[in-house]
């Protein structure tokens, strides 16, 4: 058996490696707490930025406390994101429902003709079979004990996980007469001439992806700050930058988001909420290592 190189280090050998580094420790005690509730290498990754490689050493004036301050800051953007990616998740389902009864066939999603990519369908149809054995809900125990087993699209997509929901969505039909006609009108947007615009199903199967893997590391407590993110929704040409940053971060999925918002008003909360953060912790983050061009707020206003 090989060993692993590294040993373990205990908490106070965890400190000492951070003052070897030069890091400021204003706060033993609070530090401690930290390394104890929290961890050293979670910590870490708040801390790359401020670290030079090639000396093995932090940029001079870094301190454990402004570390702490801004794993607290990324924390709490997650809650936000994560709550504003869980109401546009809600809304898709209720509209995607809402769309496929187009067919006027409650078991449209057990229907092939419905979707372009047949083998795309019946991998999406076994996910869903899964989630549906899976399921606990009072909905779906219903339709087991009344209806055979056969369950309507309306308890199916409440049902389904966001990355189910999101390829189920990718595989629509389109055109006139099509479910994804009816999704997409929720979606409209306006062209550089001033027009209402459907968008395409490539562009509105780009924006409900995005959001699903901010969620996905949003529900897993993945660290969002200086982060580049493998996520490329395609943005309208109204927001398309040729400035820095050009690498896919959260700016970019915020504007997807921005795109999918359930409602004016529920855009406009989460975006005041997320500029009171922003405020609270003023100076303790920079908003490249969010990925945000200078023109920001401009984009993601309203």
């Not at 702490?68 to 994101?81: I, Q, R, V």
């Amino acid at each position: 058996m090989n060993l692993y190189p590294k040993k373990i280090l205990t908490v106070q050998q965890q400190l000492q490696t951070y003052l070897d580094a030069g890091m400021i420790i204003s706060s033993p005690d609070e530090a401690v707490t930290a390394l104890t509730t929290i961890g050293y290498y979670r910590l870490r990754g708040y801390s790359f930025h401020l670290y030079d490689n090639a000396t093995k050493k932090y940029r001079p004036g870094t301190d454990f406390s402004d570390i702490l301050k801004l794993y607290y800051f990324d924390t709490e953007l997650s809650h936000l994101l994560f709550c504003m990616s869980s109401a546009i998740e809600v809304s898709l389902r209720a509209r995607l429902s809402e769309a496929l009864l187009i067919y006027n066939d409650a078991l449209i999603l057990t229907d092939p003709s419905a979707f372009t990519d047949k083998k795309l369908f019946w991998q999406n149809l076994s996910s869903l079979s899964s989630e549906v054995a899976r399921s606990n809900d009072m909905f779906i125990r219903h339709n087991f004990q009344k209806y055979e087993g056969e369950i309507p699209l309306w308890a199916s997509v409440e049902i389904m996980s966001f990355g189910t929901l999101s390829k189920t969505i990718k595989n629509l039909k389109t055109g006139p007469g099509s479910a994804y006609s009816v999704l997409a009108n929720y979606y409209r947007y306006l062209s550089p001439r001033g027009r209402p615009v459907s968008p395409s199903l490539q562009m509105l199967s780009s924006w409900i992806q995005s959001v699903s893997i901010l969620r996905n590391l949003c529900a897993h407590n993945s660290r969002i700050y200086n982060r580049t993110i493998n996520a490329f929704p395609e943005l309208l040409i109204s927001d398309q930058s040729n400035s820095s940053p050009r690498s896919n971060g959260l700016y970019q999925i915020l504007l997807a988001m921005k795109y999918l918002r359930p409602s004016d008003s529920v855009w406009n909360t989460f975006y005041a909420d997320l500029q009171s953060l922003f405020i609270k912790y003023q100076g303790y983050f920079d908003f490249r290592h969010l990925h945000f061009p200078a023109d920001w707020h401009a984009h993601l206003t309203l």
